[in-house]
């Protein structure tokens, strides 16, 4: 009887200490985490509300550490830590090691990103790219200053038009041609899905876009911009700025807080966010395959 209580303690540490699959039994559990971080957390919590924990309908897994989600870990087209101390970030990374690579990046708080790189560098391709300095900014209600009028919904029968600046955004923030590999088809895709959820913006001049922005991820609490961009002709005259003023008023008007990430060094968009409103509440990085 000892040895046997002792073999099951030990099994039970064990499994305790390494990183599980979640499902929809887990989801009230997960949603109360999620809650307390709803900023950094908005890309996971967008999924979950809409498709639950079972991995097929979420498009990826969640996975903890500790019976009370002490560590919390989205791993899908990205691999998203979410909380967990330096032992639940070496689970994760023996999971994802496990598992093999099959994100094209980590992103989250730097402060769990980074960390869990150091785990997995030597054991994944080396990344093309570490961004460890991107503030974390959010605005709560209007903005700071006037939105542009001109900037609205992309229609669907405008992704031809809009397609070509989304492209050039993603070329020129990531560093590669979205349109790889498939001839772009999967990214047409996933433009198409924004505009057609009314969450792809434009202000468009003669045909042509001169300003865009869309938001990537909207929750119950929080909606994130992203892709902003300016066409270079246009650059240094404040499209950017009130472009951007416009989807935090959408966002404002929808009830929900504004929230975006940003490169440390590109102070040119950290000021223009600064002035429509936004303050830093921390850091993410990125980690780019």
Same mark, same amino acid.
């Given at each position: +009887?000892?040895?046997? *209580?002792?073999?099951? =303690?030990?099994?039970?540490? !064990? ?15 997960? %949603?109360?985490? !999620? ?33 009370? @989600? ?10 998203? /830590? !979410? ?8 689970? $994760?990374?023996?999971?994802? %090691? ?38 974390? +900014? ?8 006037? /939105?542009?009028?001109?900037?609205? /919904? ?15 955004? $993603? ?25 057609? #959820? ?5 202000? $468009? ?5 001169? $300003?865009?922005?869309?938001?990537? #991820? ?18 240094? =005259?404040?499209?950017? *700025? ?7 008023? %959408?966002? #404002?008007? +929808?009830? %929900? ?16 966010? *600064? ?10 990085? *990125?980690?780019? @395959?």
């Amino acid at each position: +009887m000892g040895n046997g *209580t002792a073999v099951w =303690h030990r099994w039970g540490v !064990l499994r305790l200490a390494g990183a599980r699959l979640l499902d929809d039994r887990d989801r009230a559990g997960v %949603r109360a985490v !999620l809650d307390d971080d709803p900023v950094a957390a908005c890309m996971v919590s967008a999924r979950v509300e809409v498709a639950g924990l079972d991995p097929w309908r979420l498009g990826g897994e969640l996975w903890a550490v500790g019976p009370r @989600f002490d560590g919390l870990c989205f791993s899908g087209a990205n691999l998203v /830590p !979410l909380r967990g101390d330096r032992s639940a970030l070496r689970s $994760f990374a023996d999971r994802a %090691r496990r598992h093999g690579r099959t994100c094209s990046s980590l992103v989250g708080r730097a402060e769990l990103v980074l960390p869990l790189w150091d785990d997995l560098a030597s054991h994944w391709a080396p990344a093309r790219e570490v961004r460890a300095d991107q503030p974390l +900014m959010v605005l709560a209600g209007a903005p700071a200053v006037e /939105p542009d009028p001109y900037v609205r /919904p992309v229609h669907p029968a405008e992704l031809d038009n809009y397609l070509p600046a989304a492209v050039a955004m $993603f070329t020129e923030e990531v560093g590669i041609d979205p349109r790889l590999g498939d001839g772009g088809t999967g990214y047409r895709a996933r433009v198409a899905e924004l505009v057609s #959820a009314g969450r792809a913006f434009a202000r $468009f001049e003669n045909g042509e876009v001169v $300003f865009k922005a869309e938001i990537g #991820a909207l929750s119950g609490k929080v909606g994130q911009i992203q892709g902003v961009w300016v066409h270079p002709d246009r650059r240094g =005259h404040g499209l950017g *700025t009130a472009g951007t003023a416009a989807v935090a008023a %959408r966002l #404002a008007a +929808m009830g %929900r807080v504004s929230s975006l990430y940003v490169n440390g060094f590109n102070h040119v968009a950290r000021a223009a966010y *600064t002035r429509i409103g936004f303050t830093q509440i921390g850091s993410f990085a *990125t980690v780019l @395959f």
